[in-house]
C-alpha cells in the first residue's frame, strides 16, 4: 500500500510537466511528435486497450474450455500432466515469447493476412498491408501469455464445485454438458470472472513480448493488421532516449496512466476473487 | 414421458393387485477398482411400495441404490456386474440420461442448486426435458412442490434462493425437484441424516403420502425409520444382502441370525 503510494507521488511528481502544460487533453490527444514536443497519450491507451482485448476474447473461451476440458473429460493422469504443461507456460520469459513470436508467428501472420483480407475486408478491421506485426501478431502473443492463467484459476474453480450439486443435476436426467453449463460454470462463475480480470491486469502491463510484434508506431488505425503501439512498449523504447525534459514527463505520465489502469483491473480482480470466497 | 408408460393395473377395489417389480437386481457385484463393495446382491424393489435397505455403515447400502439409476458409474473407477431391470428391460442397455428420469434421486445432504430460486430448483429438470411452456412449467412446479410438502411455506417466495430455507425444507425442496420430472422410482440415500427429528417426521409423512403413485426405495440407518416407513425391508451387511422380506418379518422374526443381532441392537 505504501510502496504503491510512494510510486504515485514520484510519478505524479515526475510528469509534473506533462500535465500541466497538457491536462487531461494528454489523455485524448492523438498527437506523439517528440520533436515538435507535441505529446498525447491516446494511441498508446488505444494500442493497450485493443491488444489486451483481444488477448482475452482468443485466450477467455480457449482458457475456460481447457480447464473444462481437463476437468470433466479428460482422465485424471492426463489432466495432471496437461495442467502441468501449461502451468510451465505460464513460466516462460516474456522475452522468449517475443521472439518466438518475431521468428514463428510473425511469418505466419504475414502469410496468413492476405487471407484475411480477402475474405474479411469488408471489415474495416481486416484492412491494409500485411506486414506481419501489429496488433493482431500482439494480441496473439498476449492471449498466448494469459492463457495458462486462465486455465490453471478457472480449472481450480471448477474442481472446487462440490462434487453433490453435480450429482443432483445428473440424477435429474442431465448430460454431463448441461452439468457444467448448469452447475459447474454457474458456481465457478465469480472465480472465472477473477481470473480474467488477473488476466487482463497481466496482458496490460506485458513489455517486452508485445514491444518485439506490435511495429511500435504511435497510430490509431481500425485495422488490426495495421501496426501499433502500447504504453509500456514507448515507456521501455523511448525512456532511455528522452532528451528533453517535456519528453521525459510525458513519458512517465503514460506510467501513471497505466498504473492506473492496471490497480483499478487488480483492485477488481480481488473483489471477484473475494466475492466467490465468501460464497463457498 | 420419453419411453412408454408400463400398463398401469387398474385395481378395482377388494381385487388384489399382483405384486410387480419396478426395479430388480440380479446378481449384482460393484466397487470402485479395489475390492468390491456389493457381492451377488439380487433384490426385487415392488410396485408402489416403500422398500428400506438398512444396515451398518460401509455395508454397500449407497452403493446398490446409486446403481439403481447408474450414478454409480459416474464415480471414478467404479465396476458393475450382473443385471439390474427397470420394469423388466435391462438399464445398461438404456440411456443413462433417460434412464435417471424415471429412476430420480435423493441424497443424504440436502443440495439445491445454490445459483438457482426455489422456482428454478424445480423447475430444472423440466428445464431439461426441453419443457419449454412457462404456464405448464409452473403448474408442474406448484404440484411438485405440493406433493413434497413445501409448498404452503415457499408459495410466497418462489424467487427466493433455494438455499435459504431450513435443512428440512431444502431436502423436501430437492425431493420436489426430484418428483417434477415424474418418474417411475425415487431412490432416498439416507435423507434424513442431516436432520432433524421434526424435520425427518415431515419428510417420512411425505413419503407414505408420495408412495402412492411411485416405488420408493429409502436406504436408512435408522431402523425405526425403516419400520415405520417400508413395506419391505432388506438388510445388508458387508456387501451382502442378508435378507430381504416384509418388514414386519424382519423386525419380528428375521430368519437369519445376524440380522436378528443388528435389529436388537448387539452389533452395527
Redesign the interface.
Known sequence: MAVTAVLTWQLAVNSALTWKQFGWSFLWSSTWDPVREVYGALPFIYGTAVSSGLALLLAVPIGVGCAIFLVELAP?RVAEICAFIIELLAAVPSVILGLMGIFVLVPVVRAVEPGLTAGLGWLPLFQGEPYGVGMLTAGLILSLMVLPYITVISREVLLAV?R??K?????????RW?TVM??SL??ARPGIAGAVFLALGRALGETMAVTMVIGNTPQIKASLLAPGYSMASVIANELAEASSDEHLHSLIAIGLVLLGISLVVNAAARAMIGLLER?A | MLTEKPPQHAAAPGTVVPERATLEVRGLAAGYGGPLVLRSVSLQILERQVTAIIGPSGCGKSTLIRCL?R?HE?L?GATLEGEILLDGRDVMGLDP?????QV??V?Q?P?????MSIFDNVA??LV??GVRDRALVAEKVEGSLRAAALWDEVKDKLKAPGVGLSGGQQQRL?IA??LA?EPRALLLDEPCSALDPIATGRIEELLLEIKKTLTLCIVTHNMQQAARVSERTAFMLMGELVEVGPTDTIFTKPSDKKTEDYITGRFG
Open positions: 485424471k462440490p453433490s450439486l450429482e443432483a443435476m445428473l440424477a435429474l436426467g442431465a448430460t448441461e448448469k452447475v454457474p458456481y460464497r | 439409476n450414478m459416474v471414478p440420461v433417460l434412464l435417471r428420469r430420480g434421486m441424497f445432504r443440495n439445491p442448486f445454490p445459483s430444472a429438470g431439461l426435458n430437492c425437484r426430484a420430472v
